[in-house]
């Protein structure tokens, strides 16, 4: 079949280079790719939200199967668009509808889905500029940290941890007035602080049954310790360590059984990815967040950890046979370190050479902020590439990361040097 996978990203590359290893995967396509999927794929210059564009690719390129990579085009409700153009309807998309993808779009929404169907999560209350003063009364009653969430899309940044409570005052005030993450913080949502240690489970659903992908856990922070700002991500290890059978038996139970049920009786249309962030609070999962696509950069630990053919996967997701797939998963180790661009999550410079490609061979090297220029390959974006490699232990795969970027090199590189301290 031709498949066509949408985004630019890490996450894209590896989609892209676990499709491209299937015997049913005719033609790939990439819209707008990177110089990651160059190399194995057709990129095409369209942006991901670029409906009628992605039309017309799909209908030139007779293709069969669409992947939807980041969450914007899934909230502005690209799925819906395929359902109702006639042309495109019969083509599946894997992505949940637009309905369905408001539990990443609007984290009021999740919230609001998890205490109907009895999801373990943290205690919150919701705030406009309007009603900002009685957003200060709750955060008086609170004990630091106190944690702020934009209600929309921030990029992964709309989340704020802070000790004291006169500073979160002054942001719960700089992200409602202020308007500090524009439309996506006009409502903010403050939790209640939960003391634990995180950990992403990943879920496949059409609609009706599920499966469950190996657990991953990102480190989010900029610098070493899990100190500074937060990122995309900075490096990623499946599986966790301390996700003990027991543990993941009571996620599976307390979380995935509720979620995947919740959305049939809320008729919420899901077929895809459910990434579901969790935190370890004794022996106990709670839910921090709901994703409605794969994460980046845990899909680079957790695909190529994957093996069973993912065209396959697709094809039963899209046609509700799920549960007559059967997923093998490696039982090595995989870890993946983020190299990013000086300056990164703050301002940066893009079209920086990266040199050393061609002498990877223990890792395997995802591209996600480089392009192709002049015949070289240049960083484009803060997250440039993700090194991911096999070990028997998570500790024997991180030391063959860090033997491999040792190989590579651009203008004012920085990656963490900690990845898989904590465990």
Same mark, same amino acid.
């Given at each position: 079949?031709?498949?066509?996978?949408?985004?630019?990203?890490?996450?894209?590359?590896?989609?892209?280079?676990?499709?491209a290893q299937?015997d049913?995967?005719?033609?790939?396509f990439?819209?707008?790719?990177? *110089?990651?999927?160059?190399s194995?794929? %057709?990129?095409?210059?369209?942006?991901?939200t670029?409906?009628?564009a992605?039309? *017309?690719?799909?209908l030139?390129?007779?293709?069969?199967?669409?992947v939807?990579?980041?969450?914007?085009?899934?909230v502005?409700?690209?799925?819906?668009?395929f359902?109702?153009?006639e042309?495109?309807k019969?083509?599946?998309?894997?992505?949940?509808?637009?309905a369905?993808?408001? /539990?990443?779009?609007?984290?009021e929404f999740?919230?609001?889905?998890m205490?109907?169907h009895?999801?373990?999560?943290?205690?919150?209350? *919701?705030?406009?500029?309007?009603n900002?003063?009685q957003g200060y009364k709750f955060?008086? %009653?609170?004990?630091?940290?106190?944690?702020?969430?934009?209600?929309g899309?921030a990029?992964?940044?709309g989340?704020?941890?802070?000790?004291?409570?006169?500073?979160?005052k002054?942001?719960?005030?700089?992200?409602?007035?202020?308007?500090?993450?524009?439309d996506?913080?006009?409502k903010?949502?403050?939790?209640?602080?939960?003391?634990? !240690?995180?950990?992403?489970?990943?879920?496949?659903?059409?609609?009706?049954?599920?499966?469950?992908?190996?657990?991953?856990?990102?480190?989010?922070?900029?610098?070493?310790?899990?100190t500074?700002l937060?990122?995309g991500?900075?490096g990623a290890?499946?599986?966790?360590?301390?996700?003990?059978?027991?543990?993941?038996?009571? !996620?599976e139970?307390q979380?995935?059984?509720?979620?995947?049920?919740?959305?049939?009786?809320?008729?919420?249309?899901?077929?895809?990815?459910?990434f579901?962030?969790?935190?370890?609070?004794?022996?106990?999962?709670k839910?921090?967040e709901?994703n409605?696509?794969?994460?980046?950069?845990?899909t680079?630990?957790?695909?190529p950890? /994957?093996k069973t053919?993912?065209?396959?996967?697709?094809?039963?997701?899209?046609?509700?046979?799920?549960?007559?797939?059967?997923i093998?998963?490696?039982?090595r180790?995989? %870890?993946?370190i983020?190299?990013v661009?000086g300056?990164y999550?703050?301002?940066?410079?893009?079209?920086k050479?990266?040199?050393g490609?061609?002498?990877?061979?223990?890792?395997?090297?995802?591209?996600?902020?480089?392009?192709?220029?002049?015949?070289?390959?240049?960083?484009?974006?803060?997250?440039?590439?993700?090194? %991911? *490699?096999?070990?028997?232990?998570?500790?024997?795969?991180?030391?063959k990361?860090?033997?491999?970027?040792?190989?590579?090199?651009?203008?004012k590189?920085n990656?963490?040097?900690?990845?898989?301290?904590d465990l």
């Amino acid at each position: 079949m031709n498949i066509l996978v949408l985004g630019s990203g890490g996450r894209e590359h590896t989609f892209a280079w676990k499709l491209a290893q299937s015997d049913r995967c005719k033609a790939l396509f990439v819209a707008p790719g990177n *110089s990651g999927t160059q190399s194995i794929a %057709t990129n095409l210059n369209i942006g991901v939200t670029d409906f009628e564009a992605i039309k *017309s690719a799909v209908l030139e390129h007779k293709i069969d199967l669409v992947v939807v990579g980041p969450e914007d085009p899934l909230v502005q409700g690209i799925h819906d668009f395929f359902l109702e153009d006639e042309a495109l309807k019969n083509v599946a998309v894997i992505g949940p509808q637009k309905a369905a993808a408001e /539990l990443e779009g609007s984290k009021e929404f999740a919230k609001e889905f998890m205490m109907r169907h009895n999801i373990p999560t943290a205690a919150y209350e *919701s705030f406009t500029k309007e009603n900002v003063e009685q957003g200060y009364k709750f955060l008086e %009653t609170l004990s630091p940290p106190y944690v702020l969430k934009a209600d929309g899309l921030a990029a992964g940044k709309g989340v704020l941890i802070l000790n004291d409570l006169q500073e979160a005052k002054d942001e719960l005030k700089s992200m409602l007035v202020d308007a500090k993450f524009g439309d996506a913080s006009t409502k903010v949502v403050i939790e209640e602080f939960l003391d634990g !240690i995180e950990l992403s489970c990943f879920v496949l659903t059409d609609g009706k049954d599920y499966k469950i992908l190996p657990t991953a856990k990102d480190y989010k922070r900029i610098g070493e310790g899990d100190t500074g700002l937060n990122t995309g991500g900075m490096g990623a290890v499946s599986p966790v360590p301390f996700a003990t059978k027991e543990f993941l038996d009571k !996620i599976e139970n307390q979380v995935v059984k509720p979620t995947v049920e919740g959305l049939k009786k809320d008729n919420l249309p899901y077929v895809g990815f459910i990434f579901i962030g969790l935190i370890k609070v004794g022996d106990d999962p709670k839910v921090i967040e709901y994703n409605v696509r794969m994460g980046d950069p845990e899909t680079e630990v957790v695909l190529p950890r /994957l093996k069973t053919d993912l065209v396959t996967v697709f094809e039963a997701m899209a046609n509700q046979t799920l549960s007559e797939v059967t997923i093998d998963i490696d039982e090595r180790a995989a %870890t993946t370190i983020m190299l990013v661009s000086g300056g990164y999550p703050e301002a940066y410079e893009k079209g920086k050479e990266i040199t050393g490609l061609e002498t990877i061979s223990d890792s395997i090297v995802f591209h996600a902020g480089a392009i192709e220029k002049d015949g070289k390959v240049v960083t484009y974006g803060g997250r440039v590439m993700a090194i %991911t *490699s096999y070990g028997n232990t998570y500790p024997e795969a991180i030391k063959k990361s860090y033997q491999s970027i040792e190989k590579l090199h651009f203008d004012k590189m920085n990656y963490r040097k900690d990845i898989g301290f904590d465990l």
